[in-house]
């Protein structure tokens, strides 16, 4: 079951540090965003921030899983599930990660298309590297998404 959480939305600071790993970093989108989280029973499996970006443009700030629930098609399902919960609101859903082939293919496979890149973000803006799949994360590689 997929809900948005519209109260203690800091109470899902623990699963969002699995997508981004520096609390600051989450606290900069956390509370100017929408907040959504995927339940298996009572236990929080997945959760998302999403936030307004532009005129009908909505970015995927985090989209975190449970470690023990990944590559069980979790994030495809809140991904689709926002897909239809901002499709009278949006043309354009955005998304930014690191290059790691990971969260570069789960993207792909999920629709999107490269769109552009913020040059040297990881090493600019957080406080230790950020490693993925054994690579240093360097760059934001944007993708997007029309509705």
Partial sequence: ???????????????????????????????????????????????????????????????????????????????????????DKADILLVGTGESPITLGFYRKCGFKESHRIKDFFVNNYDHPIYECGNQLIDMIYFKKEL
């Fill in 1 to 87: 079951m997929i809900r948005k959480i519209n109260k203690d939305a800091k109470g899902l600071i623990g699963i969002l540090l699995i997508g981004d790993e520096q609390l600051d970093m989450i606290e900069k989108y956390l509370y100017r965003g929408d907040v959504f989280a995927i339940y298996n029973d009572k236990k929080i499996i997945a959760a998302c921030v999403v936030t307004k970006e532009g005129d009908r443009i909505y970015e995927l700030k985090n989209i975190s899983v449970d470690i023990e629930f990944q590559k069980c098609g979790i994030g495809q399902k809140m991904i689709s599930f926002l897909e239809k919960y901002y499709s």
